[in-house]
């Protein structure tokens, strides 16, 4: 398998840190290299899975006290 570098410094370890865009203030987490700081990726810090299953729990719960059937993922 090959192994990830750097595209700056050809580093191979690679580290998360959290960073903001304003406006607005965003959260996001950036895959940067550990040796020079060059960004590689950009990730959303929020666990969007997690949301949409709670989300999707609610609008069940909702659609159950009103005895409308819905199909959700």
Request: with cysteine; hydrophobic share 40%.
């Amino acid at each position: 398998m090959a192994t990830s570098k750097c595209p700056n410094c050809s580093g191979t370890a690679f580290e998360i840190v959290t960073g903001t865009f304003t406006p607005p203030s965003y959260t996001l987490l950036f895959v940067q290299c550990a040796s020079c700081g060059t960004v590689v990726g950009v990730s959303d810090s929020t666990n969007v899975s997690a949301v949409l299953d709670a989300q999707n729990k609610a609008i069940k719960k909702i659609a159950e006290v009103l005895n409308i059937h819905v199909s959700l993922l």
